[in-house]
């Protein structure tokens, strides 16, 4: 209880310093042209923002811009065009307020702004982790049916798949607990240990994603082992401004509909968002059959109002995931044909219903935050509140009566004191904690219901030369975990404290070429399931047991890259070696099996071992046309328990994708815009180094195209947008290694090809 009232405590002191230095700021109006560097013509309809306060605004048909109302103090202030290379710039507005800015022609985004990794923002060649950006619209002309499956072709990231609907990120190699998703800056908090569960987040209310790949406990604590998910929000829209998109697509496979509106606006510095999506699909279809029950329907709604004003920025946020899943348990006649909960053969036109059988999972995930970016003389203090209620049902016998019932209920603050720079040195100060509840209200519990505490603290500190830029940071986390006494649970507490760190260079040696080093250091406490797992439930095909005895695992992980961004190709080489004490992993041991209601599940274990995660990420894009460009990426992943000289399960299999892309260039008399037509090629190669219960994997070679456009006015207005994304054009037959159905022989999806439209809407 001490440490609840602490946390109350500290969110009280937040709350109250946040309103004491809301008071007047010395401010002043931003105002300059944007340019192409090459022809000196103005730039219309480039985005300027400052990613820090949440404001930005588009360029006039002169390339003019206004931003009124910026605290003055040294800000990063962001340019990005379509077909231009992002620019980015500290500027220190006690000195200067007109600022004009030059923008380079490109077909390749080598020059991404990201936030993710590093409280201070910055250009991706100064941060000295690996991160991905993935824009709005690689998002939603992907034709992915969640937030994770849009990630799919980042390097270093793969998924955990439950048929077509149901995707858990993996980064290099480490999944559950180990990769933290953020959305609107809270920690995504929904029984993230389950292989079943995936992310309630709707990827259609994403500005972008960028993706953190190695650890990352210095800033969000425990559970960033193999990297963050940053769902970051769009920048709100500038005053007098009104705008939003009607988003829709149709996939050919599952007949997956998808539906999305969404408008904002600023009034006087009152701004506010509203989005709104619907999906509904029937099972999907592999090369060979139609896999019964594995439908989905999905309802979401998020809504943002707030004020911008020139002491900063408060936004309150509310958004609302609902979801119904059909579990595949994968059950078959005589005859090989997919047969109900009751042994009947299922027919045809119950594998082509939208609608769910049993069993399925309810999931219904509720977020509240409030956001806010306060100036404190020349820095700021920026701090999020956050409550999350994630109710899961597993419905097995009965459409209202479910089995399982996991209700958790989380309470998060988080908040960060930027300093004004000091002698060349940015330093950040943070904080942050939770407070946890899970309760179990089914007839049966997989995990003992608990509460959960947490505390950390952190500094950090970046500096930047002219060539060289070095980052240091040090931060310690505290937890607490009370397991009930309830079900087949033996009550439990545990606490677990430690020390993160980490050390990063970044190095331009010339203006193309750059290399990055770092070291760091985190740690992870078990998770629930690995604590108190007893039991199997519908969705799975094991017995789990856990082992409240577990350690924390703490990890050493040892970083570099080398990249070059030439005016006809670039390309970047990315390397890790992570060395993790008591590893902590499930095994199913000298075949152990249980019967539960006569039928035999196989036991698996959780244990521990020291362990050895290492690999590489490789790209390398030739753009010698200025329209046609080749992009390339390799990832390779090799995990080993260093005791038992094992290598260890579910690790992804190594994979190579070749693209071409042609951007078809717009013609000045032409109503089409932003053309593009791609063929490309993903290797999924061989997976023979597993754990020795599990089973190796082929490879496989699928074939993909993409191609989209936009309609405009003569003078540059978008209209709407048009878009098409094949997948699996061959309908080739294949498992990947991270599929769960891998287990009861269900091949992954087989051909599908996704048919959208996007129709911008403003004032």
Known sequence: ?????????????????????????????????????????????????????????????????????????????????????????????????????????????????????????????????????VSMKSITSSGATNIVDALGNVPGVSQITTGGAISKPVIRGLSYNRVVTLSNDVKQEGQQWGDEHGIEVDQYSAGKVEVLRGPASLFYGSDALGGVINIIDPVTSPPGSFKGQFITN??????????????????????????????????????????????????????????????????????????????????????GKFVDNEGNTVSHSELESRSLALPFQHITHNKVALNTNIALGKGFIKTTLGFQNNKRMELEDSPSVPSLFFDLSTYTLDSKYYFPEMNGWAPVIGISGSIQNNRNKGEEALVAG????????????????????????????????????????????????????????????????????????????????????????????????????????????????????????????????????????????NNEQIDVNGILYPVYRYIQGNSVLKGLEFSFDVHAISSLHFENTFALTRGTNTDTKQDLPFIPQAKLTNEL????????????????????????????????????SGGYTLLNAALGTT??????????????????????????????????GISNIGRNITFGINVPISN
């Open 711 to 744: 309609f405009c006015s003569k003078s540059g207005h978008e209209w709407f947008t048009i878009y098409a994304n094949g997948r699996n054009l061959t309908n080739r037959n294949y498992i990947d290694h991270l599929s769960r159905f891998k287990e009861i």
């Open 450 to 589: 608990y509460d959960s505490y947490a505390l950390g603290a952190f500094a950090y500190a970046k500096r930047s030369w002219d060539k060289l830029t070095l980052d240091v940071g040090l931060r310690f986390d505290t937890r607490k975990m009370n397991g009930m006494e309830e079900y087949q649970f033996m009550a439990f507490n545990n606490t677990f404290s430690n020390i993160s760190g980490s050390t990063g260079l970044t190095y331009q040696l010339t203006d193309n070429f750059h290399a990055k080093a770092n070291i760091g250091r985190g740690f992870r406490a078990p998770n629930i399931a690995e604590l108190s797992a007893q039991g199997v439930h519908e969705g799975t095909f094991r017995y789990e047991v856990g082992n409240p005895a577990l350690k924390q695992e703490t990890t050493l992980q040892l970083d570099g890259s080398l990249g070059w961004d030439g005016k006809y190709f670039s390309s970047e080489l990315n390397g890790y070696y992570n060395m993790i004490n008591d590893f902590i992993y499930y095994q199913n041991t």
């Open 661 to 696: 892309r042609f951007n078809i260039p717009k013609e000045k008399k032409s109503g089409l815009t932003g053309s593009y037509v791609s063929l490309s090629i993903d290797n999924n190669f061989k997976q023979t180094k597993v754990d020795p219960f599990e089973s190796s």
């Open 250 to 335: 149709y996939s050919t496979n599952n007949g997956l509909t998808a539906n999305n509106l969404q408008f904002e606006g600023n009034y006087h510095g009152f701004v506010y968002r509203m989005v709104g999506t619907y999906k509904n699909a029937m099972s999907f279809a592999t090369p060979s059959e139609r896999v019964y029950n594995s439908a989905f329907r999905e309802n979401n709604i998020t809504g943002m109002v707030g004020v911008n004003k020139s002491w900063g920025y408060a936004h309150l946020t509310y958004s609302r995931f609902n979801t119904e899943l059909g579990l595949t348990d994968g059950q078959r006649d005589s005859t």
């Open 1 to 133: 209880m001490k440490t609840k009232s602490f946390l109350l405590s500290l969110i009280v002191f937040f709350l109250t310093l946040n309103k004491l230095v809301a008071g007047p700021n010395p401010v002043t109006t931003i105002t300059g042209k944007v340019t192409d560097k090459t022809t000196g013509l103005p730039i219309e309809a480039a985005e300027v923002s400052i990613t820090s306060l949440h404001i930005g605004v588009n360029t006039n048909s002169k390339g003019m811009f206004t931003l009124p109302d910026v605290p003055k103090s040294k800000l990063l202030i962001t340019v990005s065009r379509l077909g231009y290379k992002s620019v980015s710039m500290p500027i220190d507005l006690n000195a200067m307020s007109i600022i004009n800015f030059e923008m380079e022609p490109t077909t390749v985004e080598i020059n991404e702004v990201v936030v993710t990794g590093s409280p201070i923002q910055g250009q991706n060649v100064r941060n000295s982790t690996a991160i991905s950006v």
